[in-house]
C-alpha cells in the first residue's frame, strides 16, 4: 500500500507568491517523521524541512513551512515569496519508527515551476 | 567535510555485466541507505543497514545485494545487469532511525545497454 501520496504532478507559480504543495500519508504507528526534500535539475538531494509526529507547533524554516494536519494525515509544505530558484522536484516522505529501520519512504513528487 | 561519497558518478554497463557502486560515510552515521531514482519518479529503497553487520531488503531489492562489514562503507553490488537497472542511484545516512534528517550522497547515473 503506498504510504505517501503527492497528488500534483507538476504545479505553477508566479514568482514572490506563495504555493502549496500537498502530501498526504498512511501510517499506524504513533510515532513518526515527515520530510521535505527539493531536487534541482542538477539531481542532489536537498533537505527543506521536518515535523516529527508528537510536535505540536507546525515546522517553519525560513520562507519553507509545513502545514501539519494530524487527523487528515497530511503534511503539505507551503513555499512563501516563491523564487525563481525554487524550480525543483519536491519530495514528502516519512520515516516510521525504529523497528523498521528507519527507513525514509518517498512519494512520487511534484514538479514546481515558478515564472517570473 | 565530506559527508557521503560515492563513486562512480557515471557509469555505462553491458547487459550481464557486474559491478559494485561505492559508499562511504565520514560522520560515523550507523544507519545507511540504498535508493534508485528512475526518471520522473521517486526514490525507492533498495537495501539498507542499521549497522556494522546488519542489513535488510527494502522495497526494490532484487538483482542487488549489499555488505556492512564497516560503520563507513556500504558498497552495492549489481550482479548481472539487465536495461531495467538503469537508473539514478543514491546513497543516503543518518546517525540514528527515527528524528533527523537523511543525508545523501551526490548519486551514481548508471546506464545497462
Known amino acids: 500500500a503506498q504510504k505517501i501520496t503527492q497528488t500534483q504532478p507538476g504545479m505553477f507559480v508566479q514568482e514572490k507568491e506563495a504555493v502549496t504543495l500537498d502530501c498526504t500519508y498512511d501510517?499506524?504507528?504513533?510515532?513518526?517523521?515527515l520530510f521535505w526534500y527539493k531536487q534541482p535539475s542538477s539531481g542532489e538531494m536537498i533537505f527543506l524541512i521536518y515535523?516529527?509526529?508528537?510536535?505540536?507547533q507546525n515546522a517553519t524554516e525560513g520562507r519553507y513551512s509545513l502545514n501539519f494536519q494530524k487527523a487528515r494525515k497530511s503534511a503539505n509544505l507551503v513555499i512563501s515569496a516563491s523564487q525563481l530558484g525554487d524550480s525543483a522536484m519536491y519530495f514528502c516522505?516519512?520515516?516510521?519508527?525504529?523497528?523498521?529501520?528507519?527507513?525514509?519512504?518517498f512519494g512520487q513528487g511534484t514538479e514546481l515551476s515558478v515564472k517570473p | 567535510n565530506a559527508g557521503v561519497t560515492q563513486t562512480p558518478k557515471f557509469r555505462i554497463l553491458k547487459i550481464g555485466q557486474s559491478m559494485t557502486l561505492q559508499c562511504t560515510q565520514d560522520?560515523?552515521?550507523?544507519?545507511m541507505y540504498w535508493y534508485r531514482q528512475d526518471p520522473g519518479m521517486g526514490l525507492k529503497l533498495i537495501y539498507y543497514?542499521?549497522?556494522?553487520?546488519?542489513?535488510d531488503k527494502g522495497e526494490v531489492p532484487n538483482g542487488y545485494n549489499v555488505s556492512r562489514s564497516t560503520t563507513e562503507d556500504f558498497p552495492l553490488r549489481l550482479e548481472l545487469a539487465a536495461p531495467s537497472q538503469t537508473s539514478v542511484y543514491f546513497c543516503?545516512?543518518?546517525?540514528?532511525?527515527?528524528?533527523?534528517?537523511?543525508?545523501f550522497g551526490s548519486g551514481t547515473q548508471l546506464s545497462v545497454l
Open positions: 560522520m560515523n552515521h550507523n544507519y
Open positions: 501510517t499506524s504507528d504513533q510515532s513518526y517523521g
Open positions: 543497514s542499521v549497522g556494522a553487520g546488519i542489513t
Open positions: 515535523q516529527g509526529s508528537y510536535d505540536e
Open positions: 543516503a545516512s543518518s546517525r540514528t532511525g527515527m528524528n533527523e534528517k537523511l543525508f
Open positions: 516522505a516519512m520515516r516510521e519508527g525504529n523497528n523498521q529501520g528507519g527507513k525514509l519512504i
